[in-house]
Every structure is written in structure tokens, then in C-alpha cells.
């Protein structure tokens, strides 16, 4: 294996046996399975949909929840699958992401027995895909001012409106659609093939090309009254997932800032430039490494922290705010400097660093952008919310 982690500070000794053999095994995934693959399924911007039965095997869809076929691995464990998947690339993380924090976590916390029956053994065995429609074409950053829809009709509901940037949204057999109604926003499981529900993907994206991303049109589209989530009420629930996802990502973006930290190293060591020096004796050069390794560290000790505080019951919205926005920001500028160090070289496929840089852009600005994590600590500290 060529990947064996970062680790400046012996974190590693931070970790049980336990949580070694889980990363071992998710390593081990993203290196043979993963990486081989990867970097055509970018240039075509295709998603290898033929991982799906082998990361559900693996335990890897809904990890971290309880029951009904899931592993129920602890949340440090699933923070470090995220890692090892996201070192491979971050759009096969956010589908692992999204079918376990966004699709099967509100089916389970909010669902009732026959849509956990019915969903979360085929979500979890990969036999299905889902997706989450919270965002629309003008509400973004504001979910609170969605327009989509949902009217009682007799004894279901008709939903109207439209969702866009949905990952997953054209390949998935289940979407959680969020809809305004007169008691509130409410959650509800739309299957694929429900009359006017429809897909088209979004084509043209320069990030996440290995991963699906697509816009839902919900015209007259009719459900039953079973297919509404009965436990999802108010906009806070839609928002408890996001911060599901959330933690696996602040855990998933240190996998792509080492892939790039450790390609510089390496490339540093190597690369000479000077009276045949390798580029790794100038000081500039170390003062970008020192820089990386630095807050990959700090980044490293603030996820394991939010994933001990949260295998407690103790973490707070508030926390993942902080997790999530520092941990992209150190990743995107390892990516960065990555990228300078390894001068035109840098700029090709031949590394992942690209290709990492590109997707953390995406990352910086889904699953609340870095200014609204921003906001959200800025309540946090001064009790004053500066949203509007
Ligand atoms: C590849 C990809 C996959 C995605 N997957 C999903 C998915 O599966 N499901 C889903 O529902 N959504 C998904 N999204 C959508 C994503 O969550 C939104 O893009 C995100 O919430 C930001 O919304 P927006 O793009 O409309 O930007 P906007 O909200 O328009 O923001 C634009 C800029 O304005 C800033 N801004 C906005 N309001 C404020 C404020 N009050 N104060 C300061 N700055 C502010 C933002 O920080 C940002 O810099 C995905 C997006 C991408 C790119």
C-alpha cells in the first residue's frame, strides 16, 4: 500500500485497536479498489456505481447507525472511513455521506416501522440509492424560504416544486424531499417512479465530476400520507442531518489534505531545482510543509475530539460548525499549496491534487458554506444571529 496516513504527533496512539482495523480496512478499500479507478471516472465524469456492493458489504453505508442491518460502528470509526474514502476522492465519500447521513439517518430517526422496513435494509445493502432534496434553484444558504409544496389531498399529499445540486438525484430509488405545508416543513420519501416526480442531471461541473449530481422536478407529483417522515417537523429536522453529514466531512477533507500533503513530500524529496537539489532543501519549500503538516494535525486532534464528544452524546450543532469549516479551509490551502509545490506537474491528472482542489471547492460550499459556519459560531459566541 502506498498511503500510511500522516501522523506528525502519534495521534495514532489516540485510537483503540478497533478503530486501527476499521481505517486499515477502509484504507485498504480506497487504495485498491478506489484509486485505480479513479482518475477515469474523473475525466468522464462518470461514478463508479459498481463500488456500491462492495462498500456496503464493508459496513460503510449508514456506519454509524443502529439496527436494521447497519454496522452501528462508533462515530470515530465512521470519521475515519470518511477520511480513507475521501483520500481517494471526495465525491465517493458524499455518496456515502448522503445515503447514511441524509437518507437512511432521517428515515431512521423520523420514519415510521414500515419506511425503516421498507428502506433501510435495501439503503444499507446497497440494493438502494437514495438521495436528499433540500436545496432549489433560489434557496440555497436559506432553506428556510423554500418554495416546493405539499398540499393534503384527500389521503396523501400532492408535492410541487423543484430541488437542484442533488447528489445522487438521477441513479437514486428513494429521494427525502423537504416541503413547505401549512403546518410546517415536513419530510417526505418519494420513490422513483412516483408520477411526476422526474430527474435531469447537471452536466459542465469542473468539481465532484466522479460523483452524480442532478435537479428534481416535483410536478403534481401525488404520495400517500404514508410516505410523509412522521417524526420530521420544522425545518430543524432537515438541519439535524445536515449536521450528520457534516461530521463526516470535517473527518472526510483531512483524507484528501494528506493525499496532497504526503504527494508534495514526496515530490519535494525528488524533484530537483538548483546545483541538483531537491526542492525539498529550500526553505520556502519547508515553510509550505511545516505550514501543511501544522494544521493537518490540528485538524486531525479537532475531529477526533468532535467524534469522542459525539460517541458521548455531547457535541453540539455549533461544534460541527467549527469542525466542518476549519477542516475544509486547511484542506483546500493544503490542496493549494500542494498544488505550487509540485510546480506544472501539478496542474495534470498524474497526481490527485488537482483533482482534490477542485473537489474541495465544492465541499467549502455545500453542507453550509464556510460564511455560514461562520455565522453559526459567531451565534454561538455572542448569542446575536447575524443570518439576515
Ligand atoms: C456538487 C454539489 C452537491 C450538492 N449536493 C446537495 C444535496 O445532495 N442536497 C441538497 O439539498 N443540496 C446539495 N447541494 C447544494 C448546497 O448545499 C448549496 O450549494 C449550498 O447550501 C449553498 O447554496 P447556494 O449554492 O445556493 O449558494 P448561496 O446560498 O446563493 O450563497 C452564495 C454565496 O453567498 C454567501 N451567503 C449567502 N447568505 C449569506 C449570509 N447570510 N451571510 C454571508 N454570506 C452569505 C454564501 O456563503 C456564498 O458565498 C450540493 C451542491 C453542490 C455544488
Not at 63 to 84: F, K, P, R, T
Not at 341 to 351: Q, R, S
Request: glycine content about 10%; proline content about 3%.
Amino acid at each position: 500500500m502506498t498511503f500510511r496516513g500522516v501522523d506528525y504527533f502519534a495521534i495514532d496512539s489516540l485510537f483503540s485497536e478497533q478503530e486501527l482495523l476499521v481505517r486499515q480496512t477502509a484504507r485498504r478499500f480506497a487504495e485498491e479498489r478506489v484509486v485505480p479507478l479513479i482518475r477515469d471516472c474523473y475525466r468522464e465524469a462518470r461514478f463508479p456505481c459498481e463500488l456500491i456492493p462492495e462498500l456496503a458489504q464493508l459496513g460503510f453505508l449508514g456506519a454509524n447507525l443502529e439496527g436494521y442491518g447497519c454496522a452501528g460502528m462508533s462515530h470515530v470509526e465512521y470519521g475515519l472511513i470518511m477520511q480513507e474514502l475521501e483520500r481517494a476522492d471526495s465525491g465517493l465519500r458524499s455518496f456515502v455521506s448522503v445515503q447514511g447521513a441524509l437518507v437512511m439517518y432521517p428515515i431512521l430517526t423520523y420514519g415510521s416501522e414500515e419506511q425503516k422496513q421498507k428502506w433501510l435494509p435495501a439503503l444499507q445493502s446497497g440494493r438502494a440509492v437514495g438521495c436528499f432534496g433540500l436545496t432549489e434553484p433560489d434557496f440555497g444558504s436559506n432553506p428556510a424560504g423554500m418554495r416546493t409544496r405539499a398540499v393534503k389531498d384527500g389521503n396523501g399529499w400532492v408535492i410541487d416544486g423543484e430541488k437542484t445540486w442533488i447528489t445522487n438525484g438521477s441513479v437514486a430509488d428513494v429521494a427525502v424531499v423537504w416541503a413547505r405545508t401549512e403546518a410546517g416543513i415536513r419530510g417526505f420519501v418519494v420513490e422513483r417512479g412516483t408520477p411526476g416526480f422526474a430527474t435531469s442531471d447537471i452536466h459542465g461541473k469542473w468539481s465532484m465530476r466522479a460523483s452524480v449530481t442532478s435537479s428534481l422536478s416535483l410536478a403534481d407529483c401525488r404520495v400517500r400520507d404514508s410516505d410523509m417522515l412522521p417524526g420530521a417537523q420544522g425545518l430543524k429536522a432537515p438541519l439535524a442531518c445536515l449536521s450528520q453529514a457534516r461530521y463526516g466531512i470535517g473527518w472526510g477533507v483531512l483524507g484528501a489534505a494528506m493525499d496532497c500533503y504526503e504527494t508534495a513530500r514526496q515530490y519535494s524529496l525528488v524533484r530537483k531545482q538548483f546545483d541538483d537539489r531537491p526542492i525539498a532543501s529550500h526553505q520556502l519549500v519547508q515553510e509550505k510543509l511545516a505550514w501543511m503538516i501544522t494544521e493537518i494535525t490540528k485538524a486531525q486532534l479537532l475531529a477526533l475530539h468532535a467524534g469522542r464528544l459525539k460517541d458521548q452524546g455531547k457535541i453540539e450543532p455549533a461544534h460541527i460548525s467549527m469542525l466542518k469549516r476549519n477542516n475544509v479551509a486547511i484542506a483546500l490551502e493544503c490542496a493549494r499549496l500542494s498544488r505550487d509545490l509540485l510546480g506544472a506537474n501539478g496542474i495534470t491528472d498524474e497526481y490527485p491534487i488537482m483533482r482534490h482542489l477542485c473537489n474541495l471547492e465544492t465541499v467549502k460550499t455545500y453542507e453550509g458554506t464556510d460564511h455560514i459556519h461562520a455565522l453559526v459560531i459567531g451565534e454561538k459566541v455572542t448569542g446575536v444571529a447575524a443570518y439576515r
